[in-house]
């Protein structure tokens, strides 16, 4: 079992294949953090490695601890509390009926199961009994009568935890949570780098890293979805830590809101990190007998770089966070029309893309935004689900048959959580889009955001939804979400419960995705904000794929699909060839064949040759399927630090088979080029498949694999190689 009690010490420890995490309940009841990182055999001697003299006259001495030199201000804590001490950020913070927000969580008990419990309205990884186990440690708060309720889910064979808070009233009377963390990280030292994914719309997750520093730092999202200007993960890694070697600790949330990673370095140069739903702007009341349920954070460790830690979340999350059948089951190979067409399609311009996706072997056609309502350009329509005859003749159940006629599936477009101030749905309700009162509603994309927050919005979208899918033959629904929050309010909710509203939105949308993915379970979900607004693990839970980003040139992509890599799974990114003529269609193929891979063109305005090209790459589709969606990935050169080349490889998990492929995005410096591949088996024989040669794996990966350019053409800009390597 992966938990382990010790009853006399009072220290757990959970045990992964290859991390140790300990805590220990000290004498007076405060949850201490001893240590996480490389397995431990043993825990004898780990409660002497953290510093605990209270070491200047400043810091508060604690009045349960017989000891004048224990300071909660200096001490590692699993769930550390505001005001009674500890003076570093806090990861819960509780006002009670007197008015103060002093909060001081001592130890009741513990329970220890097998299995996971679900997260009440809310995404998390799941396991059954035997898959993992779960440590669940009540806290209490005597004065104010609140209990917090930390859970630890140790995912053995996956160097992976789960962890949330579950808060209770016990008390007589109301509190309000200024702060509710999902899980506390303390690190010992401050020699870390931090790993995050930065960027904007159309340039999202790009890698950056850099040292920390004394003092708060930190990422987060005020935007009310999770945008695309921070993505809710961080890696924090030795500074010695490489992409292939090195300790490194992952940090991601299964979260689509507002959340903050928060970090503090405090004068003795140790480093707390918080993860969770942001503080700033959230204030949840809890009556007594009510309770409230964080976000889960998932937390992984490695101690061979930021490549072992990548895959170790890829793996992880497609076997115990994307519960939706398609994340294992062959996708359809589809067409969007959005880039082909934008606005601009009838139901023959549609049967057309059909019948020329069928020649090319394209399995389904999408029709993207602009089939309902009166939805003409972006300014008006959103929030009226029906059917635009005038544009789609005979309706949709019409076109959808003679798309299927063809041998084609068809897939649609949803903006569910909006709404145009030109709308039949805005003329019924104008208190359905969020506007605070006295306010301007701020308009962005010409669009406001429903109050998700409500009930009767989600049903009547609901409704809508369910009344075009259940009567047609759809197979795919892209959701997509065009605008963050601005004058955040709800009609419903009464004034001391407006701090709620930004994750009673998240709540709100989770219900109406469940919802959705429940009543029609076989369909496959594409998740898509603006790109990649929302990629993240909230998403995958209802979801196998997001699109990941609106800039569809695959030398851009590189530096998108890289940094999207660091947490979640190639197989859920979605990655078309687009019309972009920057390089020619191979290139655009091999970066797209590191996602989901599809198309994103008229097919009409293709040529001959590249019509050729096309019915290839739908066979390497095919063909490298399982390699792409099931193998592992290892990142070779990242595109943010080689300013010529990026290059990356997928390998089978019984290391029987591997695609290489490398994307020149500049003429190299020098033509000699030798790149060492990895993953291999060093001991086995590989066939390249193309030139029929064969290398010892060691040799691929150890000597390398000659790639030195020869014509013009190999080393020109966004050129690219793609090997196949077969076992012998
Ligand atoms: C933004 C998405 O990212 C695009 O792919 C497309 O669906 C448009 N919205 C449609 O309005």
Request: glycine share 8%; with cysteine.
């Amino acid at each position: 079992m992966p938990i382990f009690y010790n009853e006399n010490t009072r220290i757990f420890k959970l045990d992964t294949k290859s991390s140790t995490y300990v805590l220990q309940v000290n004498e007076g009841g405060y949850l201490i953090h001893l240590y996480y990182g490389r397995k431990l055999p043993s825990t004898q001697g780990v409660e002497k490695l953290w510093f605990r003299g209270k070491y200047d006259s400043l810091s508060a001495q604690n009045p349960y601890v017989d000891d004048p030199y224990f300071s909660l201000d200096i001490v590692p804590l699993e769930y550390p509390c505001a005001g009674a001490g500890d003076l570093r950020i806090a990861a819960l913070q509780v006002q009670g009926a007197a008015g103060d927000a002093v909060t001081d969580l001592h130890y009741v008990g513990h329970r220890i199961s097998g299995g996971k419990p679900g997260l009440p309205g809310l995404p998390a990884t799941f396991a059954k009994e035997g898959e993992a186990e779960t440590l669940e440690i009540e806290l209490e708060d005597k004065v104010t009568g609140v209990h917090a309720f930390v859970l630890y889910t140790v995912f053995e064979n996956y160097s992976a935890m789960a962890r949330s808070v579950r808060v209770e009233n016990k008390g007589q009377s109301a509190v309000d949570l200024e702060r509710v963390y999902s899980a506390c990280l303390e690190l010992p030292g401050m020699g870390f780098d931090c790993v995050h994914l930065h960027g904007r719309w159309a340039k999202e997750n790009t890698v950056t890293r850099h040292a920390l520093q004394y003092g708060m730092q930190g990422i987060q999202s005020k935007r009310g979805m999770t945008g695309p200007n921070h993505n809710p993960f961080m890696a924090l890694a030795k500074k010695d830590c490489t992409e292939e070697s090195g300790e490194v600790y992952g940090l991601n949330l299964v979260y689509s809101g507002n959340f903050a990673i928060d970090m503090e370095v405090d004068d003795r140069g140790t480093t707390r990190v918080l993860a969770g739903i942001n503080p700033a702007e959230f204030r949840w009341h809890l009556e007594p007998g009510e309770a409230f349920t964080t976000p889960e954070a998932v937390m992984v460790y490695s101690d061979a770089g930021l490549g072992e830690m990548s895959r170790t979340f890829h793996k992880f999350y497609m076997d115990h966070l994307m519960r939706s059948e398609w994340t294992k089951k062959k996708r359809p190979l589809l067409i969007n029309s959005w880039e082909a067409a934008y606005f601009d399609f009838d139901d023959e311009k549609l049967v057309e893309f059909a019948k020329a996706a069928k020649e090319l072997g394209i399995e389904m056609l999408v029709m993207d935004d602009g089939w309902f309502g009166d939805r003409h350009d972006d300014l008006q329509a959103l929030g009226d689900w029906y059917v635009n005859e005038e544009k789609l003749k005979g309706g949709l159940a019409h076109l959808i048959e003679r798309v299927n006629a063809l041998g084609v599936k068809f897939g649609i477009w949803y903006e569910p959580e909006m709404i145009n101030p030109d709308s039949d749905l805005y003329r019924a309700h104008p208190d359905w889009a969020v506007c605070a009162p006295g306010r301007e509603k701020s308009l962005s994309r010409y669009q406001c955001v429903l109050d998700m927050t409500r009930q009767d919005v989600r049903d009547n979208i609901f409704q809508q939804m369910f009344d075009v899918i259940s009567k047609n033959n759809i197979e795919y629904i892209k959701w997509d979400c065009n605008r963050h929050i601005s004058e955040a309010f709800s009609a419903q909710l009464p004034p001391e419960r407006q701090g709620e509203f930004f994750h009673r939105y998240v709540l709100g949308v989770y219900d109406l995705m469940d919802r959705i993915t429940t009543a029609f379970p076989h369909i496959l979900l594409e998740n898509c904000s603006s790109g990649g607004g929302r990629f993240d693990a909230g998403m995958l839970y209802y979801s196998p794929q997001i699109w990941a980003s609106d800039n569809t040139d695959p030398i851009e992509r590189l530096t998108i699909q890289f940094g999207a890599s660091m947490c979640y799974p190639a197989s859920s990114m979605g990655a078309h060839v687009s019309a972009c003529s920057r390089t020619d269609i191979h290139t655009r193929a091999a970066v797209a064949m590191w996602g989901t891979f599809g198309y994103e063109l008229d097919p009409y305005e293709m040529t001959d040759e590249e019509k050729e090209a096309v019915k290839a790459q739908v066979a390497d589709y095919h063909k490298y399927y399982d390699l792409t969606h099931y193998g592992d990935l290892y990142r070779l050169t990242a595109p943010t630090d080689d300013p010529f080349q990026c290059d990356w490889m997928f390998v089978s998990p019984n290391k029987g088979e591997a695609l290489y492929t490398r994307v020149i995005m500049r003429k190299p410096d020098k033509p000699y080029q030798v790149a060492h591949l990895r993953g291999l088996d060093p001991d086995r024989l590989y066939r390249d498949e193309e030139t029929g040669e064969v290398y010892s794996g060691a040799v691929l990966m150890y000597g390398g694999l000659d790639l030195s350019a020869r014509t013009w053409d190999e080393q020109k800009d966004g050129a690219c190689v793609v090997k196949h390597f077969i076992a012998q």
